[in-house]
Structure formats: C-alpha cells, structure tokens
C-alpha cells in the first residue's frame, strides 16, 4: 500500500481527505473517521509512539483546535500489532497535499 508518501525512514504524515484522517508511514496508509468540522491539520505538537497532539483547523472555529489522537485502538481494530508497527516511526509531519 505504498503511496508515494509512506517512506522506510521512519517519516509518517497526517491529513485529512474527504472526512477522513488519513496516516501514512512505513508501508501503510491508515484512514479513520475525522471530527465533521475539520477542515485541516496545521502541524504535529508531539508524536509519542503511537499518540500525536495536533492543530487543526475546524470550520467551527477561527482558532486552530489542539487534538489529541491515539493511533493504539485503531490500529488494534485493523488487526495491526501496534508493538510491531509504531516503534518505525520516529518522526510525523503533516501531509499538505
């Protein structure tokens, strides 16, 4: 399932793509339901195996919305072995395509 934006260097990305959030990194592209209002990811506060804390940018406010979000239940609900897979990514941007 690589997509041109999943990499073996240990760089994931973030966004959003017709109500989805859509992660991408080492081989695998991941997408899950996003909050309705969610327009954007601005940028990536903090990765930490797992769970990122984010800005984003809703059409609810003219402030960007920090998130939180923990990738653990739903790559568990994927049959992704979190263990294996979240320890390669060392690093996440967002993605501004």
Do not use: N, Q
């Amino acid at each position: 399932m690589d997509d041109g934006k999943a990499t073996g260097d240990g760089r994931a990305a973030i966004g959003c793509e017709g109500g989805y959030t859509v992660f991408t990194g080492c081989g695998l592209a991941i997408r899950f339901r996003a909050p309705y209002s969610l327009r954007r990811y601005i940028r990536v506060k903090e990765w930490d195996r797992g769970y990122l804390v984010v800005d984003a940018e809703h059409a609810h406010s003219p402030e960007p919305v920090e998130e939180y979000i923990d990738l653990v239940p739903v790559l568990e609900g994927l049959y992704i072995d979190p263990a294996d897979y979240l320890p390669r990514i060392r690093e996440v941007v967002v993605d501004e395509g």
